[in-house]
């Protein structure tokens, strides 16, 4: 494999680590999925550099969001 390949690689697993890890609370591995909405791109770009300033995700707000709204289920 490519030297890029393999820098593509550990990001894609480093990201899954991540995520597992940080969003799921339950023993087993859940499988992921995306959740696509679409939003004006100013919008996108407002809500990503605040989410960077914080430290956070975006798709940890929408999660939390998600959850406080719908609850767990």
Request: aromatic letters at 8%.
């Amino acid at each position: 494999m490519s030297k890029y390949g393999d820098l593509i690689k550990k990001a894609r697993e480093s990201e899954q680590e991540f995520l597992i890890s940080g969003l799921a609370s339950q023993e087993e591995k859940e499988q992921f999925v995306n959740l696509c909405i679409k939003v004006p791109l100013s919008q996108r770009r407002y809500w990503m550099s605040k989410a960077k300033e914080q430290g956070i995700t975006v798709t940890s707000v929408i999660v939390e969001a998600l959850t406080k709204k719908f609850g767990e289920p």
